[in-house]
């Protein structure tokens, strides 16, 4: 077994795996990535990076075909000493966690794991997976060590966060929790050690924690609104030279594909006694349809109106629209409009985009879906419903 701190990663193309796996490379430690994506595998060899990372072309181009390389042969895996799961655990229609995902995901490639590799999971985590892959190892009858150590990067800040955050270790053993603590050196000097559960949930509570920070503000934003007056307004007042409330976010979509899952894995570890992340799904999934009500009520039935929605991603400057509340909105006006018209600067993998000018040209409302800074400014003489204040004109509907 190779002990040259050679690097796989599984899941290696995508928006988790890929800043780490550059970073890894960039420092020197030869990397492979392992995804079913044969479209990423063959961008990333070509030096492509397949979606919007910030710094992460020129670090790519600097590493691919030298200590980078990816693939979609599992057998990769065999070669070296850390192998790196970049698989969480989903939820499915019901909102129900699915513990045993990354257990299968790590059986289909079981064969070329070897003795003497460290196996390290990376992203979120149902509380007690870690320790349902450890049994697994032994099962298997392999000498492996297990440690988690949760991805903490956002996106469009990966390859600075990578090396600027902290990194939290677990792990049931010593042996394994060194042996991540020595890789992971090599991007950051502070190492946060923790035991598996107690980082599982670490991982949960500040997911949740920022999900349920949204929902107090678009319910704040709720109130205010419902009484004819302007959140915005009235947040910046509170937060003019006053640290107590500087921390209070402005009002938005809240979305994306961690927050609100990470949340609801959260309320069903505790048999699903959260009523305050159950609440905060019901806010901030509750605001596209909230929002569509009170244009109604303000410009009426929109059946013979045109709807532009600017900005289809789940946040600003991403392309990203994995669980974009944008989508939701387009759908509740779907039934209520004549027509909606769609447009994102960013997003490329949605054929039903249209260009800005001609969403403006032939819409009568818009709705500013997400906050790019493309739309800040923005020019145009239709009404505009802007929950971000975007556009710096209040968020009032």
Not at 147 to 161: L, N, Q, S, V
Not at 342 to 364: G, I, K, R, Y
Request: glycine share 8%.
């Amino acid at each position: 077994m190779p002990s040259d701190e050679s690097v796989a990663i599984i899941g290696g193309c995508g928006r988790a795996g890929l800043p780490l796996g550059i970073t890894l490379a960039h420092e020197g430690l030869p990397t492979v990535l392992v995804d079913i994506n044969q479209s990423a595998v063959d961008l990333v060899n070509q030096g492509l990076v397949p979606f919007a990372e910030n710094g992460a072309a020129e670090m790519l181009e600097d590493t691919v075909g030298t200590t980078l390389r990816a693939t979609t042969d599992a057998k990769a895996v065999a070669d070296v000493e850390f192998v790196i799961i970049v698989i969480g655990t989903p939820v499915d229609e019901h909102l129900n966690p699915d513990p045993q995902a990354v257990t299968r995901a790590i059986e289909a490639f079981a064969d070329h794991l070897r003795d003497g590799q460290c196996l390290i999971l990376r992203s979120t985590l149902y509380p007690g997976v870690t320790e349902l892959v450890r049994q697994l190892i032994d099962r298997l009858g392999l000498q492996i060590d297990v440690a988690f150590c949760p991805e903490r990067i956002a996106e469009g800040k990966a390859m600075t966060e990578l090396y600027e955050l902290p990194q939290i270790v677990a792990a049931r053993t010593d042996a394994a929790a060194a042996r991540a603590e020595g890789l992971f050196r090599h991007l950051t000097d502070k190492i946060i050690f923790l035991n598996p559960e107690e980082a599982e949930l670490a991982k949960l509570f500040t997911n949740t924690w920022r999900y349920i920070r949204f929902a107090i503000a678009n319910q704040l934003f709720m109130i205010a609104n419902d009484h004819g007056l302007d959140y915005e307004r009235i947040r910046s007042a509170m937060r003019d030279d006053y640290p107590r409330a500087a921390d209070l976010p402005a009002a938005g979509f809240a979305a994306g594909p961690c927050l609100f899952k990470d949340t609801m894995q959260l309320a069903a570890f505790n048999n699903n006694g959260f009523t305050l992340g159950h609440s905060a799904m019901m806010v901030n999934e509750g605001l596209p349809l909230y929002v569509v009500a009170r244009m109604e009520e303000r410009f009426g039935k929109l059946t013979d109106k045109t709807v532009g929605i600017l900005g289809m991603a789940f946040k600003s400057e991403s392309d990203d629209r994995r669980s974009s509340l944008s989508y939701k909105l387009k759908r509740i006006l779907g039934f209520r409009a004549a027509q909606v018209l769609t447009t994102d600067p960013h997003v490329t993998n949605d054929p039903h985009l249209f260009a800005l000018d001609d969403v403006l040209e032939q819409s009568d409302l818009i709705v500013i879906g997400t906050p790019h800074e493309a739309y800040r400014s923005l020019k145009t003489s239709l009404p505009v419903i802007d929950v971000w204040n975007v556009t710096g004109n209040g968020v009032l509907i």
